[in-house]
């Protein structure tokens, strides 16, 4: 069965760094073949967009808000990504999710459970 598992949220203070990870597990085909996204949702918003690399690894792509804080990173010999986060804000405070979508597709149809990023002031 697929699935994927997020590790490495916490509680934090504002200006600290966190790096989630995710493992997969379960894919119908090789790791190397899904692009990889990070999301996220906050209390009373709408899921949005954080990071995402691609298939191959070449190309990465960033929300407005990660730009230049966040990096996002594949391992795929240990079916993994992850997500450094730095200079952390309370706007960052959210649930944060592993998807993953087979390379070319449009819709990310795996998602993980979520792992709580608290950012204190």
């Known amino acids: 069965q697929e699935r994927l598992g997020e590790s490495g949220g916490g509680l934090v203070q504002a200006g600290d760094s966190l790096s989630l990870t995710c493992v997969a597990s379960?894919?119908?085909?090789?790791?190397?073949?899904?692009?990889m996204g990070w999301f996220r949702r906050a209390p009373g918003k709408e899921r949005e967009f954080v990071a995402a690399?691609?298939?191959?690894?070449?190309?990465?792509d960033y929300s407005d808000s990660g730009k230049g804080r966040f990096t996002i990173s594949r391992d795929n010999a240990k079916n993994t990504v992850a997500l450094q986060m730095n200079s952390l804000k309370p706007e960052d405070t959210a649930v944060y999710y592993c998807?993953?979508?087979?390379?070319?597709?449009?819709?990310?149809?795996?998602w993980g459970q979520g792992t709580q990023v608290t950012v204190s002031t």
């Open positions: 379960g894919l119908p085909s090789n790791f190397s073949n899904y692009d």
């Open positions: 998807a993953a979508r087979e390379a070319g597709w449009q819709q990310y149809n795996y």
């Open positions: 690399i691609y298939a191959r690894g070449e190309y990465h």
